[in-house]
C-alpha cells in the first residue's frame, strides 16, 4: 500500500513548496532521506521568513507609534506651559487690582 503512495506523489505535479525544498537542498548539499522531510524543510523557511517579515513589520510599527507618542507629549507639554504662563498672568492682574 505504501508503494502506491510513492506512486501517486510521484506522478502528481510538484507544489511550490517542494520545488523550494529541492532548490534547498541542493544547493546547502543537503540531501533528505524522505519527500516529506524536503517538505517541512522547506515549509520552516518559509515559515522563518515569514516571521522574520513580521518581526521587521512589529518594530517598525512600535517605532512609529514611539514616535507619535513623543510628539504628544510634546504637545501636551507645550499646551501645559501655555496654561500655567496664562494661570500666573491672572494671577499677577488679580494681584494688581487687589494691591
Known sequence: MSEEI????????KSPV?????????ATSVTP?????ARVQGVAGVLKAESTAVMR????TRKEHQGELE?????????AWQQAQEN???ANKSLEILS
Open 18 to 26: 517542494e520545488r523550494w525544498a529541492e532548490a534547498l537542498a541542493a
Open 33 to 37: 532521506v524522505h519527500p516529506q522531510i
Open 88 to 90: 500666573h498672568s491672572f
Open 57 to 60: 513589520n512589529l518594530e517598525a
Open 71 to 79: 510628539r504628544a507629549q510634546r504637545i501636551f507639554e507645550n499646551k
Open 6 to 13: 510513492f506512486e501517486i506523489e510521484a506522478i502528481r505535479p
